[in-house]
């Protein structure tokens, strides 16, 4: 669930409301009492936001700092979005009005902050959590109706990828996976393709299957796509998810706290593609998209992956197995190889894949990497406006040398050091085409509540994937059938 948003066209009296403004003087319509003034005075002058209580209910207020701009700015009101939301929920108060004097683009991140904190995932527990607020009363502004439905689009994406993220192995088996996608799906409009054991065995996927053969459950390939008629690319985007549902490290088994522990997170790229084109398709966006989502979990049985193993990839790549717990870049090859049947404009992976990523950014970034400095200066710039942020690092040349092998054609790990890039460099040999890769290790999964994300899935890449395709269509000239993309210097 969560909270509908709709316009009134005025406030309402007895209702708890937020308040967006610059100055106080803007604030003529509270009927502030002198006392509750200079409270609200002297609380602004430290902070941004402030809670007045007038049971039963409330007044909220929030004055953006002057100082920031930009990015920060509307981190800031994401931020005093989720603020809002505790205490609603502390409250317990249903419905909410909010009154704007601000950027509408302040406004669309506070609510993307208020509903976003609004999630939890409560499906396998007795006792399940309301939701606060359940709704938004948006009194009339500059934010149209299509802007709204945009927000509650969005929010019911990510949300989703939460959810999928956060469910346990014993569920979201791999084919469980793919039929969870069929119903975004047929929910939201984009068209889906499921390829099972038999089919992935006829196309000699071997880096999927690989990874599958420790495993009771058999694997699927997942092909989404949303091709619109008024589509502005004559060739599509892919976006490629990494779909390990659950990853013990193979053979080559991982320790458990704060590791194995929480593994049901390494489909968490999957995740967000599939949530991605649900937003598109909910969304309707006149852009060819598709979706490559191979799918399997890592397990150690008596027939599973070994190390020294030599394994066939799609493309006829071989490729020497060192380390069973480097599965992820094994799948994600045969997916890379696969797309280029399409000859497309672009393709993003997006993968929880090192753990060196983690080391590098840790929650606060995914660490990027690819050869399309083009698209890659949009998508960090998406990365920017919606706080999903990427740290870019280069993949030169000796970044391939630790992965040659004797026996084959690459090996699976390369060396200790630099792993996140070894890993992307290993991952450039089945592109071919343009291509950035995400590894979102870091910021997929958190063990404590952040500010709107909650403890377990965060949903990250969602809003990423959706603002950079936007941005897309933006930059495109359909009487051309071309994108022009325009860096900013």
Not at 47 to 75: A, N, Q, V, W
Not at 402 to 407: D, N, Y
Request: proline share 5%; hydrophobic share 40%.
């Amino acid at each position: 669930m969560q909270a509908k948003i709709s316009k009134i066209s005025d406030l309402r009296e007895n209702t708890s409301t937020a308040y967006l403004f610059h100055d106080l003087i803007q604030l003529s319509q509270p009927h502030l009492l002198k006392d509750e003034l200079n409270y609200l005075t002297l609380k602004l002058e430290k902070e941004m936001d402030c809670t007045i209580h007038r049971y039963p209910f409330k007044l909220f207020f929030f004055k953006p700092p002057s100082e920031k701009k930009g990015s920060f700015l509307l981190e800031m009101a994401r931020k005093s979005g989720a603020k809002l939301q505790k205490v609603m929920a502390e409250e317990k108060i249903k419905t909410l009005q909010l009154k704007n004097f601000t950027d509408k683009k302040v406004l669309y991140s506070f609510l993307e902050g208020l509903m976003l904190s609004g999630y939890s995932f409560s499906k396998y527990r007795k006792e399940k959590n309301e939701l606060y607020p359940e709704e938004i009363l948006v009194v009339e502004n500059e934010m149209d109706e299509e802007d709204l439905t945009e927000i509650q689009h969005l929010v019911k994406a990510v949300h989703y990828a939460r959810n999928l993220v956060n469910e346990p192995l014993s569920y979201l088996t791999a084919v469980r996976f793919s039929e969870e996608m069929a119903k975004m799906a047929e929910e939201s409009g984009f068209t889906i393709e499921i390829f099972y054991k038999q089919k992935i065995q006829s196309l000699k996927m071997g880096g999927l299957l690989a990874v599958n053969r420790g495993s009771p459950d058999p694997p699927t390939f997942s092909i989404l796509e949303w091709k619109p008629e008024n589509k502005v690319n004559q060739n599509p985007f892919i976006l490629v998810g990494k779909g390990i549902v659950f990853d013990t490290g193979g053979l080559s088994l991982k320790p458990t706290l704060k590791s194995m522990d929480y593994m049901k997170c390494d489909m968490a790229g999957a995740a967000a593609v599939a949530s991605a084109m649900y937003s598109v398709a909910l969304q309707k966006l006149p852009v060819h998209v598709l979706g490559l989502i191979p799918a399997t979990d890592n397990r150690p049985d008596g027939n599973a992956l070994v190390p020294g193993d030599i394994v066939t990839m799609f493309d006829g790549t071989t490729v020497e197995v060192r380390n069973t717990d480097a599965e992820g870049r094994l799948i994600l090859a045969d997916a890379l190889g696969y797309a280029k049947k399409y000859n497309p404009a672009l393709v993003i992976d997006l993968a929880t894949l090192t753990g060196s990523a983690d080391m590098i950014a840790g929650k606060h970034a995914m660490v990027g990497m690819g050869n399309s400095p083009e698209y890659m200066s949009v998508l960090k710039e998406s990365g920017s406006e919606v706080h999903e942020r990427i740290i870019e690092v280069p993949l030169w040349e000796e970044y391939a040398e630790p992965l040659k092998s004797p026996v084959a054609d690459l090996n699976n790990t390369g060396a200790r050091e630099a792993q996140a890039t070894i890993a992307g460099k290993f991952l450039e040999h089945f592109t071919g085409y343009p291509w950035i890769h995400l590894d979102m290790a870091g910021t997929s999964f958190y063990f404590e509540k952040g500010d709107y994300c909650p403890e377990g899935g965060t949903g990250a890449g969602v809003r990423l994937l959706y603002s950079f395709l936007k941005k897309m269509i933006l930059s495109a000239k359909p009487e051309e059938g071309i994108l022009k993309i325009t860096i900013k210097e």
